[in-house]
């Protein structure tokens, strides 16, 4: 159980960005949509953010062990942020963590998870379970990926998957409608796929988010409202984030927004551009 803010923008990002550091701040601190009451994600935080100027790109990825609401660090990150985004196209995507196996607390498993691809860097930011063992006898089968799978995350043996399907692939949203596929085959959703999915490129970025969630999360309506991701559109850019940061912590208030509900065995995806985004089915 973890939150996420994710964005996009085509100009000055930095209040969005400041928006959303807060609320998710806040989620950590004190989340009171937890499917069993009132909890807090202290066991780490994490971020990529990459801006394009006119003659390069600038990327900042950060993962902490401490808690975002504890982190010395955290004012003037936000400060840095704000100025690296006052202009160009750039994406990001954020984390704080709840991790569901407490023994895997350490900085490796602390989201944004990244891997290398044939052309960039993937980076995975993820709120729910999915069967990591199932995942990696797929990862070792199909790819020849070999994985200390005993001390990774779920979402790092994830990342994995999507980054050698992609390499295969090499188009990341025919990826994720194969991994859709592949997750209803061998019925991978334990709880949800919200993710956040950054593909980092020298000349480009492509950010998509996901969300699927297994019978039990759809039969329980306390549960679906607390993994119901949200995207909202502003003047300058796109945004998607989890409940938390929505209902409780103000950021319906930034703009239009809409709540993203999948069917049973359906994935939802969205492809965020610097101005618009555009949801799909898969």
């Not at 994490?46 to 790109?57: I, L």
Request: aromatic share 10%.
């Amino acid at each position: 159980m973890c939150r996420v803010f994710v964005f996009s923008s085509n100009g000055s990002a930095s209040e969005l960005v400041i928006n959303g550091l807060s609320a998710l701040r806040n989620s950590a601190q004190a989340d009171p949509m937890g499917p069993s009451g009132v909890i807090n994600h202290s066991d780490g935080w994490g971020f990529t953010v990459v801006s394009y100027g006119v003659s390069t790109a600038l990327k900042w990825y950060y993962r902490s062990l401490t808690p975002i609401y504890k982190d010395d660090n955290y004012q003037s990150l936000g400060m840095v942020i704000g100025r690296l985004l006052m202009s160009g196209e750039s994406y990001g995507i954020f984390h704080v963590l709840n991790a569901a196996d407490k023994k895997l607390i350490r900085i490796e498993n602390v989201h944004p998870s990244m891997v290398y691809t044939r052309d960039g860097e993937l980076h995975v930011v993820h709120n729910g379970v999915v069967n990591k063992y199932a995942l990696f006898e797929i990862l070792r089968r199909e790819y020849g990926v070999e994985l200390n799978v005993d001390d990774a995350s779920d979402t790092y043996v994830l990342t994995h998957l999507i980054a050698s399907m992609y390499n295969e692939v090499g188009d990341l949203e025919s990826t994720i409608k194969e991994l859709a596929g592949l997750l209803r085959e061998i019925n991978g959703v334990e709880s949800a796929l919200n993710t956040g999915i950054l593909l980092i490129k020298p000349c480009c970025a492509e950010l998509f988010i996901t969300t699927m969630y297994n019978s039990d999360v759809i039969n329980n309506e306390r549960r679906r409202r607390y993994y119901n991701l949200f995207i909202g559109r502003l003047n300058n850019g796109v945004f998607a984030a989890s409940s938390t940061l929505v209902r409780a912590y103000g950021l319906a208030k930034l703009g239009d927004t809409r709540e993203l509900e999948p069917g049973t065995g359906e994935l939802i995806y969205c492809r965020l551009s610097t101005s618009d985004f555009n949801c799909s089915k898969a």
